[in-house]
Nanobody, 124 residues
Framework: QVQLVESGGGLVQPGGSLRISCEFS????????IGWFRQAPGKGREEVAC????????MYADSVKGRFTMSRDYAKNTVYLQMDSLKLSDTAIYYC?????????????????WGQGTQVTVSS
């Protein structure tokens, strides 16, 4: 059974940094992609970052490229999203996702499974 548990969300000032975590179980990173989506108030869910199961390649949405970094700890079955230079527009619930890679999708990161989310609020 796949489980994804996010943690580390909170309140941070603009320009600040925050690291959120996703502890996973029920699969390996060699089988499933693992990534992050977010949903801002009143908006739809949007892709943020992904680590592909095919060679461990990372990809990022244009809105976070150069500011966010995704990493993994195999020993702890955990992935992290380091968020730097945070903006007000980064305020959202951040969801950890996993699944088989999607063929033909504009964002091919597999996302059959979703965690419960962690709130990130950027505010002065």
């Amino acid at each position: 059974q796949v489980q994804l548990v996010e943690s580390g969300g909170g309140l941070v000032q603009p320009g600040g940094s925050l690291r959120i975590s996703c502890e996973f179980s029920g699969f390996t990173l060699d089988d499933y992609d693992i990534g992050w989506f977010r949903q801002a108030p009143g908006k739809g869910r949007e892709e943020v970052a992904c680590i592909s199961s095919r060679g461990g390649r990372s990809m990022y949405a244009d809105s976070v490229k150069g500011r966010f970094t995704m990493s993994r700890d195999y020993a702890k079955n955990t992935v992290y999203l380091q968020m730097d230079s945070l903006k007000l527009s980064d305020t959202a619930i951040y969801y950890c996702t996993s699944g088989w890679p999607l063929v033909g999708s504009a964002w091919p990161c597999g996302r059959e499974h979703w965690g419960q989310g962690t709130q990130v609020t950027v505010s002065s």
